[in-house]
């Protein structure tokens, strides 16, 4: 089993910035990581992906040039380094992680954008 603990939420003014964090504990984190988020009333949307080198990442549309994933295996830490935040960006943020399929979910952290 692979535990996730997502951290770093918080309430910011549109236009700012927040680092999440997605703390990894139990079996070995040599798996594809990624970042989900689910807005109110709307179905969970996929953010960003990250390969256990860390040599391959993809990015939402909605995302990209925004946001930068990173991880840091020797901390067993994924991050999500989110600027230039929007309204539109209000969500619980939600880390995955598993070899194939996201096997393993965090408890998700919640972000909020004022505008």
């Known amino acids: 089993q692979m535990q996730l603990v997502e951290s770093g939420g918080g309430l910011v003014q549109a236009g700012g910035s927040l680092r999440l964090s997605c703390a990894a504990s139990g079996r070995t984190f040599s798996s594809r990581v990624g970042w989900f988020r689910q807005a109110p009333g709307k179905e969970r949307e996929f953010v960003a992906e990250?390969?256990?080198?860390?040599?391959?990442?993809s990015y939402a549309d909605s995302v990209k040039g925004r946001f930068t994933i990173s991880r840091d295996n020797a901390k067993n830490t994924v991050y999500l380094q989110m600027n230039s935040l929007k309204p539109e960006d209000t969500a619980v943020y939600y880390c995955a992680a598993g070899i194939g399929s996201f096997d393993y979910w965090g408890q998700g952290t919640q972000v909020t954008v004022s505008s």
């Open positions: 990250i390969s256990w080198s860390g040599r391959r990442t």
